[in-house]
């Protein structure tokens, strides 16, 4: 198992949650309806792979407001996080983008095979030029 990313900013997680509520952004697991629907929409989103094995998402953003990965994962500790786009192949979804942007994780780039192994788990395949890793340390 990889090691676990903790959140950066435990301090701004109720404020974060109630500017997800604000903007009607709720997280839904993935595979499920709700993520589905999200889906469909051709929307951005942003997912955690939770330490216990779960894959949460969530649009990026609702009425000018951004929700943090910390809101998806209750502020738990993660073992991916970053922002992702879906298309279908037909009738197939699959991840065209993936990449490890979170600024309240800032996942090492080992998180992308996790994410990766966590969306195929879910049964959604990620193309191989769909993944992307953020540095952090990039001017």
Not at 27 to 44: E, I, K, Q, T
Not at 81 to 110: K, W
């Amino acid at each position: 198992m990889s090691s676990p990313y903790y959140n950066r900013y435990p301090h701004l997680l109720e404020q974060e949650r109630e500017a997800a509520r604000e903007a009607g952004i709720v997280p839904v697991s993935v595979p499920s309806a709700d993520f589905d629907l999200l889906a469909a929409a051709g929307v951005r989103m942003i997912y955690v792979a939770s330490v216990g094995g779960g894959l949460m998402a969530a649009p990026r953003q609702r009425r000018y407001r951004q929700i943090s990965h910390a809101v998806l994962a209750r502020g738990a500790p993660v073992l991916a996080a970053g922002e992702f786009e879906v298309e279908y192949d037909g009738t197939t979804m699959i991840v065209s983008l993936l990449n490890d942007m979170s600024g309240h994780y800032r996942p090492g780039t080992g998180a992308l095979a996790v994410a990766a192994a966590a969306f195929g788990g879910a049964g959604i395949g990620v193309r191989p030029d769909a993944i992307t890793s953020y540095d952090w340390e990039a001017p």
